[in-house]
């Protein structure tokens, strides 16, 4: 029984890793760009919650409804400014200049929030469980947290499979310069890929810093399971990020029930055997995203 | 007056220059063909038109305005449209979608899905297969189908002949007609001479980046296109 409430955790913890990668694996679809600041941005994001709850008495919940959209104009002002700019010389560009953010932020974090392990506290949900019967018992908050990647999953899926903004992300994915001469905007559209992605990870890093403790230097790991998730489960597929996410947080809570100090090791090596054998994911690309 | 009009348009890519100062003028309604050899510059002649390459401002006129260096993107919105040599269909995208993207801009005007499919009934039926498996023909077809959702004033069409069978060109020269018919002003780049000739009311030959011949076919001898052609 132990063992299949590990799995029932680690499919929920899934969830979660699939919301941190879906942004990345968005932008890199759109534009090839590798945003190595991703992790960064979702802890920035759960710091700003920390600072709407503290100043404006939001509980961290609440504070979605204001830091996602601040998340998202940055992330559209980022990319028009500075982003853009980058774009159409290979991929290492990109790389370093994201990095630097990622030092950039982490820095400015440690500045203002000092070292300290921060947590959001949304009021008694995040202990709450629901008893599955037989001794088993998930939590609310993993439950909702799994909810929302899901239904933002496929909120995005209807949203690149059925809208014009939609169809021009594939299209620019495909081939941004003939997506350009049917008269898409690729600045203005890498823009607002940014934003998304942004706004996804920003719930990402909340829900995070509801789960459990983080402080400024949290990003990188986020980084790495998000990359974890996305080669797991194929890029270019979003269901296969949900089920990259969710092998990902399995092999962790397995590992972790083996010994504690195992969990992050285990997930590490189960993302390196499908490198291995299956090197283009468990779902293998294929080029439509439906 | 002309719809397009362009002056000693130079296009450089890097350090190699591609066009040393083309000038040519398109009337409104009127068909234009550019004919010319390999590398003889007609295919970046069109992608300088339609924004895809760097030009100066004074070099382009659209009606009456200066476009030179405006992005393909805003040169779509004013109505200038390529259909692009190698047929670019978005391979992500069912044919339906590659038609829908072709009106992203959204400019009001006669075509809509309804009529391309009526030009094109061979798309209808494979409307939600990915564009990329269709025939080459068909996907000729699409490029053109997708490029007059966008209700183009000025159409640039680019070697839509290229490794068909005769028989499917003559079909694509047809659509050509009705488009023309519609008032679309046309501007085509094409290797099939003959096929061309048949089908333009002016005519410009490139060869090695500059203009070498412009007429009327009808008043052109075989002499000299081939004179401008190959070079004397």
């Known amino acids: 029984m132990a063992w299949l409430d590990s799995i029932v955790q680690g499919i929920l913890l899934g969830g979660l890793y699939a919301l941190f990668a879906t942004g990345l694996s968005l932008i890199f679809g759109v534009m090839r760009l590798v945003n190595l600041a991703h992790g960064d941005f979702s802890i920035l994001a759960a710091f700003l919650a920390v600072v709407s ?14 830091v996602v959209p601040v998340m998202a104009g940055a992330g559209y002002v980022l990319q028009r400014l500075l982003l853009n700019r980058l774009l159409g010389r290979g991929i290492l560009p990109a790389v370093l200049v994201t990095f630097g953010f990622s030092v950039v932020i982490q820095n400015a974090l440690l500045e203002i929030f000092s070292a300290d392990s921060h947590r959001l506290d949304p009021g008694g949900i995040e202990t709450a ?15 909702l947290t799994f909810a929302v990647a899901v239904l933002l999953l496929v909120a995005l899926q209807l949203f690149i499979g059925r809208t014009a903004v939609g169809r021009a992300f594939r299209a620019a994915s495909d081939d941004g310069e003939t997506a350009a001469l049917m ?35 949290s990003g990188p790991d986020r980084l790495l399971y998000a990359f974890e998730a996305v080669i797991i489960g194929g890029l270019g597929s979003l269901w296969g990020t949900l089920v990259g996410g969710v092998v ?17 090791l285990t997930g590490h090596l189960v993302f390196l055997a499908v490198l291995l054998l299956r090197p283009a994911g468990l779902f293998a690309p294929s080029r439509r995203q439906d | 007056m002309s719809l397009l009009r362009v002056r000693e348009l130079s296009v450089f890519y890097g350090n190699f220059q591609a066009l040393f100062g083309v000038s040519l003028d398109v009337r409104e309604r009127e068909t234009v063909a550019v004919i010319g050899a390999n590398g003889a510059g007609k295919t970046t002649l069109l992608r300088a038109l339609a924004g895809a390459l760097p030009v100066a401002r004074e070099a382009v006129e659209f009606d009456g305005r200066a476009l030179g260096g405006h992005p393909a993107h805003a040169l779509v919105e004013l109505g200038i449209v390529l259909v692009p040599e190698g047929r670019k269909i978005f391979p992500s995208l069912s044919v339906e979608e590659n038609l829908l993207l072709g009106r992203y801009r959204e400019r009001p005007g006669a075509w809509t899905l309804e009529r391309v499919y009526q030009l094109f009934p061979r798309l ?24 007059l959702m966008a209700n183009p004033r000025l159409l640039l069409v680019d070697e839509i002949s290229l490794g068909l069978a005769p028989l499917i060109v003559k079909d694509l020269y047809r659509v050509l ?11 085509i780049v094409e290797q099939d001479v003959s096929q061309v000739l048949a089908f333009a009311e002016r ?11 412009e007429g009327e076919p009808a008043r052109l001898t075989r002499e000299q296109i081939s004179a401008a052609y190959f070079g004397a």
């Open chain 2, 177 to 187: 007609q009705t488009v023309r018919s519609e008032g679309t002003t046309l501007l």
């Open chain 1, 129 to 143: 469980s629901l008893a599955l019967g037989g001794g088993l018992a998930v939590g609310w908050f993993p439950l």
């Open chain 2, 124 to 147: 209808v039926e494979r409307c939600h297969q990915p564009g990329t498996n269709l025939s080459g023909g068909a996907q000729q077809m699409l490029a053109i189908g997708r490029g």
């Open chain 1, 183 to 217: 008269g898409v905007d690729n600045r203005t559209l890498y823009g607002l890929a940014m934003a998304l992605s942004l706004a996804i990870v920003a719930v990402a890093g909340i829900f995070l810093g509801i789960r459990t403790t983080f402080a400024f230097s």
């Open chain 2, 203 to 213: 005519v410009v030959c490139l060869r090695k980046g500059a203009v070498a011949l």
């Open chain 1, 248 to 264: 990902l947080g399995v092999a962790q809570t397995l590992g972790a029930r083996v010994s504690p100090g195992w969990g992050v």
């Open chain 1, 53 to 66: 709850v503290q100043q404006l008495g939001l509980s961290p919940l609440l504070s979605l409804a204001l």
